[in-house]
């Protein structure tokens, strides 16, 4: 909605900080106001170098030179803006928003479309049109569930996401509070007869994102236990989707062919799961054959050889009855 931007904003400075930070294991990298060094050369249209390249410690001081008041049209062209946040139903729009400063509008989008059932990789005329028309309380929930999902998959202790844990806490605090924001906003705008602004917070005091040791990891998990993390082969199927969503985003504006066969793309990525469990089992089947044989292969030997002395008895049995009619 066009008049939840400065919600939006407000929202995304409490969550991320008006300070500079660098914080190891981060890959944004130089952030300042949640504003990574990425998007600031992008802004500026330059290419961001890799740390300590010539053209890095310039960036680095535009990024800390960032307040928030330059840090808006960033935040509005490269997320509220590419998500289409003006014409999507309020609480959606700051919940589709949000997502998209936290893990990429790549990540973003593709979930709005699978949340209202119109899959794309631009929020386009019949993805505004279907996220208008679904249960907006319903779109919300099922973002905010697929978010948590796929933080706790890449803050899992003991995996190779490890490195995440310690952001943990602060992603899903940050997951809640937009929920029940965006909960409050669908749900102040459907009263009739009533026009909302939101003006000052109607959630509750952000969390600030903190790093926390085992104890506190132990307490935090017996508060909110962890929910199963989706198969590798879902998390690589999306991990492909956004990829490939950020190739063709770069190439501009798609042809109605292009869409259709990137429709396509996305139903073959959506399915991927279900034929690597269906191949999983299939495979489970062989080896619990080979493994039926493994077990039983001395016997199978022994009943080979009893049938090959059998059948020589029985062949010299009758040659000698042949020599005998002779």
């Known amino acids: 909605m066009q008049d939840n931007f400065p919600l939006f904003f407000q929202r995304v400075i409490q969550d991320e900080g008006d300070g500079f930070e660098d914080v190891p294991g981060d890959n944004g990298g130089p952030t300042c106001c949640g504003i990574t060094i990425a998007d600031v050369a992008r802004y500026n249209g330059v290419r961001c170098p890799t740390r300590g390249a010539p053209g890095w410690s310039d960036l680095v001081a535009k990024v800390r030179a960032l307040t928030p008041a330059t840090a808006a049209p960033i935040y509005k062209k490269y997320y509220w803006d590419e998500v289409n946040a003006d014409r999507l139903p309020p609480g959606i729009d700051y919940a ?30 019949r993805m505004v049109a279907a996220a208008t028309a679904a249960n907006w309380e319903t779109e919300i929930n099922r973002m905010q ?55 000052a917070p109607i959630a509750a005091p952000p969390v600030q994102p903190r790093a926390f040791d085992d104890d506190g990891l132990a307490a935090h998990q017996a508060k909110t236990p962890d929910v199963p993390s989706k198969p590798m082969a879902l998390y690589r199927s ?33 399915s991927l799961p279900d ?8 495979i489970g089947a062989v080896h619990q054959t080979m493994e039926w044989f493994n077990i039983h292969s001395r016997s199978l030997e022994v009943t080979v050889a009893a049938v090959a002395i059998i059948s020589a ?4 049995a009758s040659d000698k009855q042949k020599a005998n009619v002779r």
């Open 96 to 125: 589709t928003a949000d997502y998209a400063v936290n893990s990429g509008t790549g990540r973003a989008i593709p979930e709005l479309g699978r949340c209202c059932g119109e899959l794309g990789i631009s929020v386009t005329d």
């Open 145 to 199: 569930d697929d978010r948590r999902a796929f933080l706790l998959t890449i803050s899992e202790p003991g995996t190779k996401y490890a490195h995440n844990t310690k952001f943990r806490h602060g992603w899903l605090d940050r997951v809640e509070r937009v929920r029940q924001t965006s909960l409050s906003m669908a749900k102040a705008a459907q009263q009739p007869g009533r026009t909302i602004i939101f003006a």
């Open 238 to 270: 999306r991990t492909a989707n956004a990829l490939v969503t950020a190739i063709i985003a770069a190439t501009g504006k798609l042809s109605a062919g292009a869409a259709v066969a990137w429709g396509l793309l996305q139903q073959f990525w959506t």
């Open 275 to 282: 034929a690597v469990n269906s191949a999983q089992g299939q």
């Open 313 to 316: 008895f029985a062949l010299l």
